[in-house]
Structure formats: C-alpha cells, structure tokens
C-alpha cells in the first residue's frame, strides 16, 4: 500500500509509493524513452488496461474497440482505491494510506494523434471526460481533490506515446492549490473582489500579455511567469470550479482556446514536450467568491531548474511580454 | 536591468532576466551540454572571469595563478549589483529592480577534479568560502538572503564542466525557506522546541533514515522525501545560521559529512548529477530558537517531475527507508 506522508516542518505532502520501490539500478540504467512493443491504449488492445471505467463510442460494448475517448484505471497507480485512510501519527510525523484513483484519460484512438491535430469537437471530449470522471470520484467521501493534468512528451514526464492525460482523486488539497485558495482569500477579504478577476481585467487593459481571447475564456502570460511561455487559461466570468460550471458552449470555447494556444507552441517552439494542470476548487466547496479556476501551461523548454525545486525561487530566461509578442504572431 | 516580480497571488517571486532574454530559437536548437572551448575556471584563464573577490592561494596576486579555490561574480548574472530596487506597483502587481549579486565558487584548480575527488581539508575550503562571502554580502543592506546552492552536472543545470557552485544575494527571503522558518515557528509557539532538533533525536531512536552521522553532524533521508536517495544534513547541535555558527572544527565535520554522502551517491548511483542548497537564517535575524540551518541535496534521478512544478505534490518511487539501507551498505 503507498503511503501520503506529510513533512513536518511545512505542509507538503507527498505519495511514498513502495510497490513501486525504484531501486538504485533502475536510475542508473537508461530507460527507453517510451516502453516498446505493442502500445495497450490502442483500439484492438483494450484486453491490456483495466476494465474502462468512461467511454465515448457508438454501438460498440464496453472495453472493445468502436470508442473515440476512453478512461480506464492507471495499471499503476500511484495511490489505490481500497482500503481506509487509517491517519496515523509515529512521533511527530503524519501518515495516511495511499487512497486514491489514478485513472488515463486516452484521448483519440488514433496512435500518433495529439491535441494539436484534433479538432474543436475531439477536444471537447476531453474536458467531457475529465467532468464526468471528477463528477463521479467526488462520491467518495474519501477524496478532498480532482487533480487533472497532462504530460505531453518523454521529457515532461509521459511514459507512453499514445496520448493521454491523467487524473489523481486525492484525499487532501494539493499544497499549490489550498495556498492558492488562501492567498486569493486575503485578497477577497481586503478588497471584496476575486484577484483573479482583477487580474483578468487589468490584463485587458494593459493588451500586454494577452495570448489569445475568445467570448468566454482568456489565455495569457502570468506577470510573475516562473518559465518561458509559460501560460494561463481562465474563465473570463467569475468560476470557482470547473466541474461545477463546464456546460454547454463552455466546453467549445476552452477547447478553441487550448487548442489555439498548444498550436502556437506547435509551431513556435517545434512541438515541445508540455504539462498542463487543473487548479480548480476543492470537492465540496460550494461556489467561492474568491477563487477561479484555471488551466496553467508549462513547455518544458529549460532543464535549468535546478535548485528551483529546493528554493521555490525561479529564473525565467524570457520575459512574459516578449513570449506573449512571438506567441500572437505566430498564425494558427 | 532584470526585475523581480510577484504572483499576486501567492507569495512568489521570480527573476525575469530581461538581459538574457532568450528567444523561441534558442529553445529549439539543441545546446551543448557545456560551453566548448577553453575552460574560463582553469588557473592561466583568469582574465576570462570578472575580478576575483575571493580567493584561497599562497603568495601569487589577485587574478592570478597559483590558488586553490577563487571567487568570482557571474559573468553572466542573474541579478545586477548595481542601483537601488525602486519597488512598485503595476495595478494589482509588485516589482522591484533585480538587485543582488550573482557569484561563481569554483571550488578547484583542477578541471576534472569534483568534491567527490577531493580531501577533507579542500571540501573545507568551499563552506570557508560560502560563509566569507555571506558575511562579507550580508553587510550590504539591500540584502534579506544569501542562497548557496550546487549544480553538479548538466541535467542538474550546470553550464559549466569545471567543479563549482554559485551564491545568489537576495532582496528578500525565498519562499522555501520563508515557509520553513515560518512552520518551525509554528511548531515552537505550540511545543516551545525546535521542530528539527525533534525530527533529528526521532531519527536517531527510530535509526532506519540515518544515512551517516559524525560528532557534529547527521546525514539523513527525510521521512516526506520528495525524490528519491534525497537527503538533508543538519548540525546535531541547535543552530538557526550557518554564516553566524560555522567556525574552526564544525569545517571538519561538515566537510567529512558532505564527502561520505556525495561518495555513496558516486558509487551507488553511478556519479548522479545532484543539486545540493543552503537553508539557513535570513540576513540579519538574531539566533532564531525555532529554526535549524541544513542543506538539503537532491540526486537529479528522476524526469517524472511534470505535474510537481505546478501542484506541490510529489511522488516518490524509492521510500527513504530503502534508500537509507542502500546507501548505508554502499561503503566509502
């Protein structure tokens, strides 16, 4: 069973995962970029992943091929999904099983196929399925936290070719997260409105980091950007959460604005490997006038990172205003 | 000039390097893993660097040869020494002038030679040189922090073949460390003891994360270890500032630490490349009861970081535990 313990100086929490139990040979031998061989998320192979658990096809039954986007739990989990959480204190330290799901979000049964060769409607599957599952999992009165994100290429972390994304059910908030939900909290508390919001606001008037815009969502450069070309997705009306408010026309505007700017990358940057992640309200917190959902985009471009994980202080090469320039030239 | 900025939301800040400015070019061309040519750090180069502000040799002149350890500014900095911050406000924004100083340690005469080649007395010499130059930058009052840190190899960040390590003088306190000071005060305000000095005697009764300890000092793997073979040295006695403690034999015993460490990692993982950094005290504040000096290291094992930049959340495939028995095994 892994285990989430907590550091006892901060509130940071990380997944001990001791099925995995990497020893040290397997860090010093090459890894394969991609594991080789017949690829499992392909139509024809579905025998190869756990038994679907969200599909969208025609006719055809579950866990046989027929399907244009297919969920199925991850073969390895990062955390499971039986078992009690079992909190447990030894000395000062904090512990609780690693409960949780893991589940692959297969995008396209086209192996080879990525969000930028989709169109507007294949995209809109995605976000379909990231609701329908978070819907689901925010059941379990076990889970606090929906964490969606995609790794993009071998570089940002993806072991499979095949496109996917991922998503995490957790049982607490995810440290970026909740400090996210209390900072724009001081913020709601001093000035009576979402940051986000102001942000959004004072972003359109300056016109200087201003990505790309449609009728309902806006894609910039984050003033204090912490990588080059680094971008942000948000709702341009006040949204706490994006399972609470994805609906309708929502879904065609968020994948038009995605795919606008992963296809300015494309052409910009030469198809870099990217991750994206949700941050998005907790489960179970009703409608929050002081936090707003959001999409962040990082092009793993820099392997210059060094002590950034140890200080959480970042170098960033090119600055926001310049990335935002070369982004709205380049023509999609 | 470079600009430190701030999330408006979370209290982050970031140096963009407008200097450095890199272009989309820049990231699709492969780089060499090091700068070719002749070697800048080499003795007989020395007019290749800015002028030395510190040096260990015998009886040659500054910017000369003839030392055993020399410190230079960046040539390429990410922060200027020059000018005042200037902090303002853009809208809901903060900025201020990127005001610092930007220093390269190279810790060896000897292009090849790593401190995982080198005696005790010559290891010496570099925490010699981090807490001389820390004292001597801690005397300008511009400065909240000194952050010393390591980049061992190209994946780690290095540019650089020939073995140094690098000081940044900051205008304020990293987040990190700022969230570290300000839990272990937590932790005092309710306890009235020091959370590490806790963690280090917990470790010591428990003994299955003790990697190495001497008279001075205990090399540990933390029990939320975020990577895997990660490991903290701390001083086994209480104290809150390396810059305000180090002195005479506390040298030795860091110095014989630091090489069994990094020598188990040069034979149980094949010559990792690693980042090592500096947690201690910020400038200016007295013995702090509640706070406790360390370096944490961090063995650069793992690409599977992807999501982790934008959650806070880290997996970990190695428990500390069975990275503690595999590097106690691994004689030095």
Redesign the interface.
Known sequence: MP?L??????????????E?????VF??EEQPSFKEGVCPLCPGNEHMTPHEVFAIRQNSPPDSPGWSLRVVPNKFP?LRIEGNLDKEGI???DKMNGIGAHEVIIETPVHGETIWDMDTASIQNIFIAYKERSLDLSKDKRFRYI?V?K?HG?????SLDHSHSQLIA?PIV????S??IN??LS?YRYKDRC??C??IA?EI??DVRVVYENELFIALS?????F??EIWILPKRHESSFVMHSQGESYFFLSDCISVVLKKYLK???A?PY?Y?F?TAAIGDKELSHYHWHI?I???????????????????????E?ATT?LKETDV
Chains 1, 2 share one sequence.
């Open positions: 285990e313990r907590k550091d006892p100086i901060i509130d940071r929490w990380v997944i001990i995962s001791t995995r139990g990497k020893r040290p860090f010093i990062a000395g000062l330290y964490m994100f790794n071998s570089i940002a972390g993806a957790l995810p440290r970026r997260v400090e996210e900072g724009s913020y940051v986000f102001d942000m004072q008037e300056d984050p003033f204090a950007s912490r080059p070309f910009l940057l030469n870099p991750n992640m941050h962040e990082i092009p793993r471009l820099t392997k210059m990172a060094g002590f950034e994980w140890g200080t959480g202080f970042y170098i960033n090469p090119t600055p926001p310049e070369y």
